[in-house]
């Protein structure tokens, strides 16, 4: 499985952006997608996570009602829709796989993601 994060760029604060991830090789539909950032001497933390056959989504409190995760099945791709944006959304943002799904993991944690994208840039000015 490979994973191609883009669509990063410098924005000023409360703009939008959208990144997209292309996924390709077989992924499971128990699969989980997730988006997961790095700001520069920080760990990585989670942002957003969605399944790959149902509803269920899962959000960091700090993008709530902010960031939109969405997926194209068809596309094999996800997105994720940020508005509102802060300077503290300023990172490297991947997206992973986690392709066993949720059951019994903690899926907003980096060990059940197996599969990683290179990650995009995302610059947020004041």
């Known amino acids: 499985v490979q994973l191609q994060a883009s669509g990063g760029g410098l924005v000023h604060a409360g703009a939008s952006l959208k990144l997209s991830c292309t996924i390709s090789?077989?992924?499971?539909?128990?699969?989980?997608m997730g988006w997961f950032r790095q700001a520069p001497g920080k760990e990585r933390e989670f942002v957003a996570a969605?399944?790959?056959?149902?509803?269920?989504?899962y959000y960091a409190d700090s993008v709530k009602g902010r960031f939109t995760i969405s997926r194209d099945n068809a596309k094999n791709a996800i997105y994720l829709q940020m508005g509102s944006l802060k300077p503290e959304d300023t990172a490297v943002y991947y997206c992973?796989?986690?392709?066993?799904?949720?059951?019994?993991?903690?899926?907003?944690?980096?060990?059940?993601?197996?599969?990683w994208g290179q990650g995009t840039q995302v610059t947020v000015s004041s």
């Open positions: 992973a796989v986690a392709p066993l799904g949720p059951i019994g993991v903690i899926i907003t944690t980096n060990r059940p993601y197996k599969h």
């Open positions: 090789g077989r992924t499971s539909s128990r699969s989980v």
């Open positions: 969605i399944s790959w056959s149902d509803d269920r989504l």
